[in-house]
């Protein structure tokens, strides 16, 4: 496990996007693991001003999303795929054919679970898969449990998720309550994984996460077992491990 402790979030999002593009150059035809949330929007916006800099070329990359709400159509605005369409899809040469996300609205998400996992197999894995870290410990939808889930799954949000959530929302009430996650095995064989968190609020879940044992009801402290972790955090986010 690397940990790169850098000034701030703007830091933080040029450091990390660093090592996305610098995938992206390496191996054009990469296939990205990507997260949603406010952290990454800063990486993001990076990879679109290299990529108008004519320094990165999307065309042949493909893209894996971690997770989606249950329930929402594409065209909400808080569905995973329209985040990820207005910060990064519609930006860049992204071809559409080369974009996947969980499809929340299957009538059958078990089969959406099992399609989706098939998707990242015949993919051959993910080469870099991009991650935060929820105030509870979850990397994508895993939620803490007795157990690490192995693959994609269907989860049940927990309150604080839905509490952490509900600013997205013009009531609480409109939160959806499960969502479709790759599980922490399908997250755990991707080739290099890197997390990014800023923040006084990530403090104590990153001290929890990566100085202390690994703990289902942390999840994200499996990833200490990983070849090829790199945590890239602000000093506030850090501010209380002896890094």
Known sequence: MRIIKVRDYQDMSRKAANVLSAQI????????????????IGLYDQLVD???????????????????YVGLPAYNDQSYIYFMEKHLYSRVNLDPQNVNIPNGMNADPQ??????EKIIDDLGGIDLQLLG???????GFN???????????????????????KRFF??????PRQAITMGVGTIMQA??????????????IVKEAFSKEINPLIPASILQLHPDFTL????????LMDV
């Open 232 to 239: 890239i955090a602000d000093e506030a986010a850090l501010s």
């Open 50 to 68: 290299w990529y108008g800099k004519g320094d990165l070329d999307f065309a042949l990359v493909k893209t894996v999303n971690l997770d989606e």
């Open 191 to 204: 080739k290099k994984i890197v997390m990014i968190a800023n923040g006084e609020g990530k403090a104590p």
């Open 133 to 139: 870290i929820g105030n509870n410990g979850h990397i």
């Open 170 to 175: 013009e009531d609480v009430s409109m939160v």
């Open 25 to 40: 150059i390496l191996k054009p035809n990469c296939v990205l693991g990507l997260a949603t949330g406010s952290t990454p």
């Open 111 to 116: 089969a959406e679970c099992r399609r989706y």
């Open 143 to 165: 939620e803490p449990d007795n157990i690490f889930y192995r693959k994609t799954h269907v989860v049940d949000l927990t309150e604080s998720t839905i509490e952490a959530n």
